[in-house]
């Protein structure tokens, strides 16, 4: 009843404002004012001139938002102030022939954002974000905060807009948005995924249909993500359902070998060689082909499936690591990762020594790659006896994502660690961005006190790559270095990367 009764008065104020403030009656304003001389002098002239203007404002009719209620940290309008201006919006289109588009953004990881400042910095955040989208808007759209992590906006209804455009507005949000902030005395480099429907797209015939077609192209460009950005389309819906299908297959692709371990390259940074690979679960699908983590991994864990996971990636990793061996290649270890409830099995330290003795491998060669917030959250006994004798075995235990928790050094010391993770988010721009790179020199200093060895995650370009080495981090990893690959392509991808190695630098110009 409270929703219907404020857009009820909000259409009121609206109708009202085009009366009042609109031109018929701003042509009646000078007659206004002289009739109002004529009966009361010129006390009646000023205190009509002082009285109206705060009458409008009192009963909101100044109110661009026409009185629909406001989010108290940006400032946007609320997801009931956004479905009636969509409404609106709708009808105006469909009635002059125009076309519009909504847009729905979602921050990436903020939950990991809000976990690691705290809410009231969270805020401080989203209410720039607000203010800066405000200034790429138009000031006829409408902006909205829908949820804690989302915003929309519906665009005022315009004659030529196409897809072309839209994609350049969404840049526009996206870039708005990513823009550097300062936070707590660091600079953090936020993402987000876009989704957006235009008015022409619309799936059926209504304003609800326009925004769930917008959230439908918002589900796509997460699962193409961080930074994705999607358009609705009719083959957008068939492959959303298609994905919602691939939830009742995991049990059988699991059990017939559709899950594959795919390994990216780890590089020392002081020689340049492979100095290990990470393996990655992706899921090889018969019928729609490469399917990502994020799209099973809910599956599988509320099918109590991640132990089971953990079993073939292990398997297939020691298997490759032998099949390197037997290739005459040097790959000294692979990693992989362990969840919590993983970790939590008591036989887990048994089933790996098994592991390792059948496949002929001492211990250094795995890593166990564990969650920064694994360490820090107090894990239960099982955890902490099972990640311990791990080190005491002689496989390498990594702290991964490092600097997205709150492990302490104390922690670290524990859990016998022998080698940060440093989490992309501080590698990211590093080359470009003074802040950062005290930030990670500030680490790679911890480190060496503690006679801890590093690896800088998600390395995307040259300039990333060479700052980490020249501050000192041990090894490197990422998309600038190589992509996850099925273990078909590693033995090509070493020979080749071992090619580059042995060429001479070029010196000088062209001949």
Not at 20 to 32: E, N, R, S, T, Y
Not at 198 to 207: G, I
Not at 400 to 409: E, Q, R, V, Y
Request: charged share 20%; glycine share 10%; proline share 5%.
């Amino acid at each position: 009843m409270k929703i219907a009764s404020s857009g009820l008065m909000g259409r009121t104020r609206k109708a009202l404002g085009s009366i009042f403030l609109g031109p018929p009656m701003l042509a009646f304003l000078p007659a206004l004012t002289l009739a109002t001389y004529w009966m009361g002098g010129e006390i009646a002239l000023v205190i009509a001139a002082l009285g109206l203007p705060l009458i409008f404002a009192a009963s909101g009719l100044f109110d661009s938002t026409t009185g629909a209620p406001q989010d108290h940290v940006t400032g946007l309008l609320l997801r009931d102030g956004f479905e009636m201006a969509v409404q609106d919006a709708f009808k105006s289109a469909q009635k002059k022939g125009q076309n519009s588009a909504v847009f729905i953004i979602e921050i990436d990881h903020f939950k990991d954002l809000e976990a690691e400042h705290g809410q009231q910095t969270s805020e401080d955040i989203l209410a720039t974000l607000g203010n800066r989208l405000r200034t790429a808007a138009r000031n006829q759209d409408s902006i909205a905060r829908i949820a804690d992590n989302k915003v929309a906006i519906c665009l005022a209804p315009m004659q030529h807009l196409d897809l072309e455009l839209c994609i350049q507005i969404a840049g526009r949000y996206q870039t708005a948005i990513e823009e550097a902030l300062p936070v707590d005395g660091m600079t953090i480099y936020l993402t987000c995924s876009i989704g957006f429907c235009t008015f022409r797209q619309t799936p059926d015939d209504s304003s609800e249909d326009w925004i769930s077609g917008a959230f439908a192209a918002l589900e796509e460009a997460k699962h193409n993500g961080p930074s994705g950005m999607r358009a609705y389309s009719n083959e957008l819906l068939h492959r959303t359902k298609r994905r919602r299908n691939l939830h009742g297959e995991v049990v059988q692709a699991l059990e017939t070998g559709q899950f594959q371990a795919w390994f990216q390259p780890q590089i020392n940074t002081d020689t340049g060689m492979v100095s290990g690979f990470e393996a990655l679960v992706r899921w090889s699908h018969p019928v729609h082909g490469l399917i990502p983590p994020s799209t099973f991994l809910p599956a599988l864990e509320d099918a109590g499936l991640m132990e089971r996971l953990s079993e073939v990636m292990m398997y297939q990793s020691l298997s490759a690591v032998k099949a390197w061996d037997a290739a005459g290649v040097q790959v000294p270890q692979v990693g992989v990762n362990f969840a919590a409830e993983e970790l939590r099995n008591p036989g887990l330290v048994e089933r790996i020594r098994w592991d390792l003795e059948r496949f002929g491998l001492t211990p250094d060669r795995l890593a166990i790659e564990v969650l920064e917030t694994v360490v820090c959250d107090n894990p239960d006994d099982v955890i902490v006896r099972n990640i311990i004798a791990l080190g005491q075995m002689g496989c390498q235990i990594d702290l991964d994502d490092f600097g997205t928790g709150h492990a302490s050094i104390g922690a670290v010391r524990r859990f016998n660690v022998g080698r940060i993770k440093i989490d992309r988010s501080f590698v990211t721009k590093a080359d470009r961005d003074p802040e950062q790179q005290k930030m990670i020199s500030a680490i790679l200093t911890m480190a060496e006190r503690l006679d801890l060895d590093t690896l800088g995650e998600g390395v995307e370009t040259a300039g990333e790559h060479a700052l980490l080495a020249q501050l000192g981090c041990g090894h490197v990893q990422g998309y600038g270095i190589g992509r996850p690959m099925p273990f078909d392509q590693t033995l090509d991808w070493i020979i080749a990367h071992q090619a580059k190695l042995k060429e001479p630098p070029a010196i000088g110009g062209s001949t």
